[in-house]
């Protein structure tokens, strides 16, 4: 493995906590000595094939639903106790026909030449508003409609109309969305029971960039929220003007929607033209309540096993998307794989068919990776779904520690039998933090906690000392800022590279234009480099718990009442150890668990809790509140056990032409003798952790 000085100091200060001498050996001399297993919830190896069908040809399902949360109206069967005492049965459901779309996909019109829509909204105000008010609104939509056409801007106050109070909660959002996409140019306010209507100032600027048309049905589409749909701007020629419209949007409305352009054939001329599509970025995790049409359009993911070699994950993940025609955030998965290994893990792609991911099998083979146990699944993975991983490992060239004449058989075995019963510290592995990197991830992680977004995009792009066109790119840029002319130079399988400079062309690079490139990461992403600030302190804080506790549990630590506990303990699980419990020796070291930091955590109640506090006072993080909404990016933390152990382990001796070690008394070569080792870690333990324990070696 290559040496990184930093990191050798930042590892060497680690602790161990067996006392075996140990031995040197060299490991992942090649992917093929380092094989990762992902072990599924139930226990099986998802290299294993399964016993149903790899996927089988179905009824074409619908598009997924990709949809921003908004109240369903359903205003056939809606009766109102004030105003119209009579049921609004003659109109079309509400929740069917808000969308609109510009080119050939137009609403349905009714006979005398208004939209189905504009017609519920005349029906919904007249029975909400009696028929003054309802004539004061439109008055007043019509002045505030030609003020915004003037060439002057709206001076003083801005002006508003109150449509007094309305009690009933369902009439207020009725009235709320009736008039936003009767007068797109108009705003509502809530104030308690009291809605009050104002001009729409972002309509008026969206009309000195697109046309009056154009922007009434981009706010009246933004109003709708409607299930799965799209706006498309005009075709438009000029780049200038689109970044303009590019950058409108995603300063007013990034987090609701996000923007694409999309080559497309002029239709006058036959010449190449671009348009703006808009579309909802979907709400991961939250739980909406959905019409039984919606219920019936389910999803399309597609499960599978991702076999990759020597290479990193993200990577991968990022090919995918490109071959499958979909982003990264559309891929699911339970863990993170090591690099510098072959790694099989469990994986769901959402919006894409068993069909189409078998298709693309032959070409992702030229980047090292293939996919197997192809099958239509009902949902997404999760981090952390799995129950663990397991290792296969050869560890080539042994040989005794420094001064040390033991037989080196017997210091083997004797390292492998006291990790195996004693275990090991639950430190995070160094390929958590970019082993061998100039910059390490939990530096960016740190940066994006102090909202330091674009110190995070310089240390990012950060190159190497060394002469290759990655890192001629990365200098290029840190040396101009020139986001255009680095895309250039950056090699088509950087993906995240790419998808992040493209961004900073498209919005600059300014502290907003920053946020949008962070957006062109997936969430999981993101959080990644958070995790890795959080991981590289919890594993201070460990060496420094078991320097200032030794294997004591003491007052004021924190342990696991859940034998079976995960990462994931709420913190009824975790109990704060007492001074009678410390007297008692009521707990082992087996059940001390440390905070990963985080708005949700506890902390020890001794040193250790303190020394917390230090580290994030040293670090500028003493009001973090662990959340940074700019990147919609929560931390709540989570408990760690300080000590795991490993399981099922089973190991081989072997010289270096595949033959047994010979019978004690033999004469062998130790410098060709090679140890293969076998076994499995829970989730989120790291194998090169649990090998530095065994042979007292830091990589």
Not at 102 to 118: H, L, R
Not at 294 to 322: D, H, P, S, W
Not at 577 to 606: C, D, F, M, R
Request: proline share 3%; aromatic share 10%.
């Amino acid at each position: 493995m290559e040496e990184d000085p930093d990191f050798q100091i930042r590892f060497s200060s680690l602790c161990f906590i067996t006392d075996h001498v140990g031995f040197h050996g060299t490991i992942k001399s090649s992917p093929n000595d380092f094989i990762v297993i992902e072990i599924d919830e139930q226990g099986q190896l998802v290299n294993k094939a399964i016993d149903e069908p790899i996927y089988k040809s179905s009824k074409v399902l619908p598009e997924p639903n990709n949809f921003a949360k908004k109240t369903k109206i359903d205003f056939q069967n809606l009766s109102f106790e004030e105003g119209s005492k009579e049921k609004v049965s003659t109109l079309v459901g509400y929740s069917d026909d808000q969308n609109r779309q510009s080119g050939s996909e137009k609403e349905d019109i009714i006979s005398d030449g208004i939209s189905k829509d504009e017609e519920e909204k005349v029906y919904a105000l007249g029975s909400l508003l009696n028929e003054n008010t309802n004539e004061l609104l439109n008055q007043f939509a019509c002045d505030i409609k030609e003020k915004l056409n003037s060439k002057s801007e709206l001076s003083g106050p801005s002006p508003e109309f109150s449509l007094g109070r309305i009690l009933d909660k369902k009439q207020r959002a009725i009235l709320h969305s009736a008039i936003r996409q009767k007068f797109p140019f108009l705003i509502t306010v809530g104030k308690n029971t009291e809605i009050v209507v104002k001009p729409n100032l972002e309509y008026k600027e969206l009309c000195h960039l697109v046309s009056e048309e154009e922007a009434f049905d981009f706010f009246r589409y933004l109003d709708a929220k409607k299930e799965n749909s799209k706006f498309t701007f005009k075709p438009d020629t000029s780049k200038d003007h689109r970044k303009a419209v590019h950058h409108f949007v995603n300063k007013k409305f990034g987090n609701l929607v996000e923007t694409k352009s999309f080559s497309e054939a002029n239709y006058n001329a036959g010449n190449p033209n671009t348009v703006i599509t808009v579309r909802f970025r979907e709400k991961a995790h939250k739980h909406r309540k959905r019409s039984v049409e919606c219920q019936e359009r389910k999803a399309i993911y597609t499960a599978f096993t991702l076999r990759k070699e020597n290479l990193e994950m993200f990577e991968a993940v990022g090919f995918l998307a490109v071959k499958l025609g979909v982003i990264p955030s559309d891929f699911s998965y339970a863990g993170l794989k090591d690099k510098k290994a072959i790694t099989y893990q469990a994986m769901v792609a959402r919006k894409v068919t068993p069909e189409r991911l078998k298709n693309i099998e032959k070409e992702i083979e030229k980047k090292r990776m293939s996919v197997f146990n192809i099958r239509s699944v009902d949902d997404s993975l999760r981090l952390g779904q799995l129950k663990g991983n397991h290792f296969d490992i050869v560890i080539r060239n042994l040989k005794n520690q420094i001064n040390d004449s033991v037989n080196l058989r017997e210091r083997i075995l004797e390292a492998i039998e006291s990790v195996k019963n004693k275990g090991f510290v639950n430190y995070y592995g160094p390929q958590r933090f970019g082993m061998g990197k100039k910059v390490h991830t939990d530096q960016i992680g740190l940066a994006l906690l102090k909202n330091e977004v674009v110190k995070a995009v310089k240390l990012f792009l950060t190159p190497e000392d060394l002469d290759d066109p990655v890192n001629r790119a990365k200098k290029y840029f840190l040396q101009t800022e020139d986001a255009k002319g680095t895309l250039s130079l950056m090699p088509e399988f950087k993906v995240r590279e790419k998808a992040l400079l493209e961004s900073l062309h498209r919005f600059g690079m300014t502290e907003e234009g920053c946020i949008q490139a962070w957006f062109s990461f997936p969430h999981s992403m993101r959080i990644f480099y958070i995790h890795a600030y959080s991981s590289k302190v919890w594993n201070e804080a460990a060496s420094y718990r078991l320097a200032t506790y030794g294997s004591r549990v003491v007052e004021g630590d924190l342990v696991c009442l859940d034998e079976d506990g995960d990462e994931h303990l709420p913190n009824s699980k975790v109990h704060l150890v007492t001074e009678e419990e410390e007297s008692a020796n009521t707990y082992a070291i087996h059940q001390v668990v440390l905070p990963v930091l985080g708005y949700n955590i506890q902390y020890p109640k001794n040193k250790v809790g303190l020394w917390y506090q230090e580290v994030l006072s040293r670090d500028g993080l003493q009001t973090c509140r662990f959340k940074v909404p700019s990147l919609k990016l929560n931390v709540p933390g989570c408990y760690r056990k300080i000590l795991k152990q490993p399981h099922n382990i089973s190991y081989q001796l072997r010289e270096e032409h595949d033959t047994d070690v010979k019978a004690e008394g033999s004469h062998i070569n130790e410098a060709n003798l090679s140890l293969l080792i076998s076994f499995d870690l829970d989730a989120s333990c790291y194998a090169t952790v649990c090998l530095r324990e065994i042979m007292k070696h830091d990589f």
